[in-house]
């Protein structure tokens, strides 16, 4: 358990955090200032169950958001707006095959979603060869961003790094979805490929490193929506 953790009120609802009486702070520096005391309290309560401090993906989050400036978000945005032409549900199997099937059944709700809430409009690809999205994406995926503040941000962020896709990241933070059939699908040829030819235990053990992140990042989520939730 992490201990010694406490909130105090800086004022105009706005709260910090110390520890051993110190506040606590970024590894670039930075103090953790939240708004909103029920929310405060909300991200202690997730910090006192970690193990490991140090290690803690949360608080990676956590302190990511808090150093952020007008000159990273830019990079990040620049470093997103790069998935649009390689987004892992737009590249598919040959067409036909079971696996193509598969990706239709699945994937292919994620894109409706997509088209209908941001009026996104997505090329399939049956090839290896690399594909041009349409350049009217980049404005509304740049938009979208921008009205991000910086939680949501920082988890749309590297939801996108865990699961190579724009498309699933607008999903799961903008409609109702199971977490653990997102992951299903974010893995589906990987899983596929792993039935058909054989388990590879450096793989699983990769895989399970990456769902551990991947549950964090949703932990975050869940945390940053009761915040909006809440009106702070």
């Given amino acids: 358990m992490t201990k010694n953790i406490i909130i105090r009120d800086i004022g105009k609802n706005t709260f910090v955090y110390y520890r051993n009486n110190k506040k606590l702070k970024t590894t670039k520096g930075n103090v953790i200032k939240v708004l909103g005391l029920d929310f405060a309290q909300k991200i202690l309560n997730k910090i006192e169950k970690e193990k490991n401090i140090k290690s803690s993906n949360f608080l990676k989050l956590l302190f990511f958001s808090s150093d952020l400036d007008v000159k990273q978000r830019c990079v990040i945005k620049k470093n997103i707006i790069k998935y649009l032409d390689t987004d892992l549900v737009c590249y598919r199997a040959n067409k036909e095959t079971e696996l193509e099937k598969m990706q239709?059944?699945?994937?292919?709700?994620?894109?409706?979603?997509?088209?209908?809430?941001?009026?996104?409009?997505?090329?399939?690809?049956?090839?290896?060869?690399?594909?041009?999205?349409?350049?009217?994406?980049?404005?509304?995926?740049?938009?979208?961003?921008?009205?991000?503040?910086?939680?949501?941000?920082?988890?749309?962020?590297?939801?996108?790094?865990?699961?190579?896709?724009?498309?699933?990241?607008?999903?799961?933070?903008?409609k109702n979805v199971s977490y653990n059939l997102v992951w299903r699908d974010c893995n589906l040829e990987d899983e596929y490929n792993q039935l058909k030819w054989g388990t590879d235990e450096e793989f699983k053990k990769k895989l399970l490193y990456k769902k551990n992140f991947f549950i964090d990042i949703i932990d975050y989520i869940k945390i940053i929506k009761f915040r909006k939730n809440n009106g702070k």
């Fill in 104 to 174: 239709s059944k699945y994937w292919d709700p994620y894109i409706d979603f997509c088209e209908r809430k941001f009026e996104l409009n997505f090329k399939k690809n049956y090839t290896v060869m690399p594909l041009i999205q349409e350049i009217s994406n980049t404005d509304k995926v740049v938009k979208v961003l921008d009205n991000m503040d910086k939680y949501t941000f920082t988890a749309f962020f590297f939801l996108v790094e865990v699961t190579n896709s724009i498309i699933i990241s607008l999903n799961i933070l903008y």
